[in-house]
Nanobody
Framework: QVQLVESGGKLVQPGGSLTLSCAVS???????AGWFRQAPGKDQEFVAY????????YYADSLLDRFTISRDRDKNTLYLQMNSLKLADRAVYFC???????????????WGQGTQVTVSS
């Protein structure tokens, strides 16, 4: 059984940086782990994914120059490093796990509860 628990969301100023963590359990080497976000009044948006074994990564085009996804298998933790944060980055961020390398949410069977990131001056 896969379980994911996000943490690290908080209020940050524009231009600031923040790292989100996702404690995972039950992932196997065949899994991919990803980050998605949902801003108020908007559809869920893909952020990035990473192969749990391969470390193959893929990003949303609009975010790849500011966000970095990584994982520490020894600590069973997924990370999302976010730099140069903008007001538009305000959202609930979710980590998810699935068996396919895809930016589509429907390919991720397991989800965390989300962590709120607020960008405001």
């Amino acid at each position: 059984q896969v379980q994911l628990v996000e943490s690290g969301g908080k209020l940050v100023q524009p231009g600031g940086s923040l790292t989100l963590s996702c404690a995972v359990s039950g992932l196997t080497d065949s899994n991919y782990a990803g980050w998605f976000r949902q801003a108020p009044g908007k559809d869920q948006e893909f952020v990035a994914y990473i192969g749990w074994l391969s470390v193959h990564t893929y990003y949303a085009d609009s975010l790849l120059d500011r966000f970095t996804i990584s994982r520490d298998r020894d600590k069973n933790t997924l990370y999302l490093q976010m730099n140069s944060l903008k007001l538009a980055d305000r959202a609930v961020y979710f980590c998810a796990a699935g068996r396919y390398a895809s930016p589509l949410a429907r390919y991720y069977a397991d989800w965390g509860q989300g962590t709120q990131v607020t960008v405001s001056s």
